[in-house]
């Protein structure tokens, strides 16, 4: 039991007292009840504290969560996706900004993509074949027309030698490398000819091939040409014919009309050069024509040469010399064109000099085997040195004409020259005399 006593005041005066007394037990009880009602009342306000905890964080990420999964959506190209936030907060800004980037990627993306069609629909439509290539010579890009050309669909990511199997194509791409410029070769895929041309793009160094098909023109090329040999073949004869009956007149007319005759018979002669320079420079054009290689003596080739221009530089006072350097003996070509050539060029020198000498040298120079041609006279103006190798590029036409030229004898010589691989240039300067360099790679 639990006994509680309290005194009853009056004043100081105690007056009596009240006591109350109660069981331990129904003390116990009370406090349990109230234990197990505050407990309740904690485990109630945490609950409440849990929930709360939980809605407000929910509140908080869910915005986070879902420009999260719109930033993916986006990134995997879906640029319809919006971020949709009820709350109006920072994120709720946050998220605006959000839908006007994707708003703005989206119309560029399209923009890029519109482009991009326009180009492939440019490039499918191109009637060349065009065609992109790697740094490891895989294609990367290529055209319709390129496809047809080579009779091969879905090219992308094979080697381009795979389709088109031409040295020249292979060694335009090698040299493409090396340079910046634009080159170009002429090449021949099955039946067709094409003119390649080749461009690097700088920034990618990926090379660019346009295959111009030039067909046409080489059929038309052929047929001038074969115009021309038959038009020649046709005129030589009736003009050998005339040559021949003024020979014969010439004796017998009187000396008044000597002069008249000179002046046929110089112009049938001129006629029958350019009819015989023609017939040589169309023959020397046929993609077709074969030189006749052989290793012959350069020393018996000078002392041949030198035989024929003995009248024509002793006429003219002129000295004609023939050099030979660095103990060359042999030379490897067509030694009936390579005469072809040095008549030529020492016919032009004895032509266009009329005081001085004649230099003809034969040497080695690096790799190359060295022919130089050089005089002492009128030499030829900077502005033409390029052109002189033209057919019929005269530098001065009445002065030509007047020392009876064709125009065609360099146009002959480059071809030669080419034929055999070499290179040929002129250097001159203006009466002091023309020296034409020759280079041919050595085999
Ligand atoms: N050795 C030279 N000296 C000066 N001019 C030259 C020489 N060789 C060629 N030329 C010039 O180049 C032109 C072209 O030469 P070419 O093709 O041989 O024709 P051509 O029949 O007139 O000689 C000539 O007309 C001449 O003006
Ligand atoms: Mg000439």
């Given at each position: 039991m639990l006994y509680v006593a309290l005194p009853i005041k009056d004043g100081d005066k105690i007056i009596g007292v009240s006591r109350i007394s109660m069981f331990i037990t129904d003390i116990d009880n009370l406090i349990n009840s109230l234990r197990d009602k505050i407990l309740v009342v904690i485990l109630i306000v945490m609950i409440i504290a849990l929930l709360f905890a939980f809605f407000f964080s929910r509140n908080l990420t869910r915005p986070i969560k879902q420009l999260v999964e719109v930033s993916r959506a986006v990134a995997h190209g879906d640029f319809d996706q919006k971020v949709v936030l009820k709350n109006n907060d920072e994120l709720k800004l946050l998220g605006g900004s959000f839908n006007n980037m994707i708003n703005e990627i989206k119309s560029l993306f399209t923009q890029v993509n519109n482009q991009k069609l326009e180009l492939n629909n440019i490039i499918a439509s191109i009637q060349e074949g065009l065609v992109v290539l790697d740094q490891l010579g895989k294609i990367v890009l290529c055209n319709q027309s390129f496809e047809k050309m080579t009779d091969v669909?879905?090219?992308?990511?094979?080697?381009y030698w795979e389709t088109v199997r031409d040295t020249k194509v292979a060694t335009l791409v090698k040299k493409m490398g090396n340079s910046s410029t634009n080159l170009t070769s002429e090449i021949q895929i099955k039946d067709e000819y094409y003119l390649c041309s080749a461009n690097q793009i700088n920034s990618k160094k990926e090379i660019v091939l346009i295959f111009y098909n030039i067909s046409d023109l080489k059929k038309l090329e052929n047929i001038k040409r074969d115009f021309v040999v038959n038009v020649s073949h046709e005129l030589r004869t009736p003009l050998t014919v005339i040559k021949g009956y003024i020979e014969t007149i010439e004796d017998d007319i009187d000396k008044k009309n000597l002069k008249y005759i000179e002046i046929i018979k110089n112009h049938t002669n001129r006629l029958i050069s350019i009819v015989q320079d023609l017939m040589t420079v169309s023959q020397l054009e046929d993609n077709h024509i074969k030189l006749n290689l052989t290793e012959f003596n350069i020393e018996k080739l000078f002392h041949d040469l030198n035989i024929t221009f003995e009248q024509k530089v002793k006429s003219k006072n002129l000295n004609l010399v023939f050099i030979i350097n660095d103990n060359i003996q042999i030379f490897q070509g067509d030694e009936f064109k390579i005469e072809q050539m040095f008549i030529n060029l020492i016919e032009n020198a004895i032509r266009y000099t009329e005081k001085g000498e004649i230099i003809v040298r034969a040497g080695v120079e690096g790799s190359f085997i060295k022919f130089e041609v050089s005089d002492t006279r009128i030499g030829i103006p900077d502005k033409d040195k390029e052109r002189?190798?033209?057919?019929?590029?005269?530098?001065?036409k009445s002065r030509s004409r007047q020392i009876a030229g064709t125009g065609l004898g360099l146009s002959i010589v480059k071809h030669i020259v080419l034929l055999h691989n070499g290179k040929i240039c002129v250097k001159s300067v203006l009466n002091s005399g023309s020296t034409f360099i020759i280079l041919f790679p050595i085999i």
């Open positions: 669909e879905s090219l992308t990511g094979k080697f002189i190798f033209e057919r019929f590029y005269t530098v001065d």
